[in-house]
T-cell receptor, first 113, second 111 residues
Framework: ETGVTQTPRHLVMGMTNKKSLKCEQH?????MYWYKQSAKKPLELMFV???????ENNSVPSRFSPECPNSSHLFLHLHTLQPEDSALYLC????????????FGSGTRLTVV | SQQGEEDPQALSIQEGENATMNCSYK?????LQWYRQNSGRGLVHLIL?????REKHSGRLRVTLDTSKKSSSLLITASRAADTASYFC???????????FGKGTHLIIQP
């Protein structure tokens, strides 16, 4: 375990379903991130939360909705996804300062059918 | 937009040999980081080098940074089978605005 826990590890959902991905860290970090990793593509930054406020939203479709209720928890709410949204979704956290590496969770492997 | 670009895309060497991976980037950075990812798992932070540093060591890892050429290299010495993984460079422009990753180098260590 890295200190960042993601659940579930695997998720299969239909295009009309609504589901949520959960990320939890107790490292005392105050910045959290969602990344999407698709085959043969670089990791794509989706959302950044710093001190519980969203500071980055990289043109992500509205069918992805993040929520950060406190500095330890981050959610990604999913609804009416498309098959091309199938990917590994990674959560990461870091101290607010820039000069530290990120701690990643093990990811949620999402398959949209 | 993609910032880091690793080279080569894939590398296969014998156990005990040294492995060198390169990364190029396009814009100014605050720091550059290297990560390892084992198949289908999360990324593990290996080393961070600041823009005012030229070289850094950590165990069997050696990282160099040339800001004039906008490039970095990661050297793994005396490779082991357990080093088989994908390696990514990532750049930070400063603040908690997220890292930008390249596509990675897939390293295979043959026993």
């Amino acid at each position: 375990e890295t200190g960042v826990t993601q659940t579930p590890r695997h998720l299969v959902m239909g295009m009309t379903n609504k589901k949520s991905l959960k990320c939890e860290q107790h490292l005392g970090h105050n910045a959290m991130y969602w990344y999407k990793q698709s085959a043969k593509k670089p990791l794509e930054l989706m959302f950044v939360y710093s001190l519980e406020e969203r500071v980055e939203n990289n043109s992500v479709p509205s069918r992805f909705s993040p929520e950060c209720p406190n500095s330890s928890h981050l959610f990604l709410h999913l609804h009416t996804l498309q098959p091309e949204d199938s990917a590994l979704y990674l959560c990461a956290s870091s101290p607010y300062s820039d000069n530290y590496g990120y701690t990643f969770g093990s990811g949620t492997r999402l398959t949209v059918v | 937009s993609q910032q880091g670009e690793e080279d080569p895309q894939a590398l296969s060497i014998q156990e005990g040999e040294n492995a060198t991976m390169n990364c190029s980037y396009k814009t100014s950075i605050n720091n550059l980081q290297w990560y390892r990812q084992n198949s289908g798992r999360g990324l593990v932070h290996l080393i961070l080098i600041r823009s005012n540093e030229r070289e850094k060591h950590s165990g069997r890892l050696r990282v160099t940074l040339d800001t004039s050429k906008k490039s970095s290299s990661l050297l793994i010495t005396a490779s082991r089978a357990a080093d088989t993984a994908s390696y990514f460079c990532a750049t930070s422009g400063g603040g908690a605005d997220g890292l930008t990753f390249g596509k990675g180098t897939h390293l295979i260590i043959q026993p």
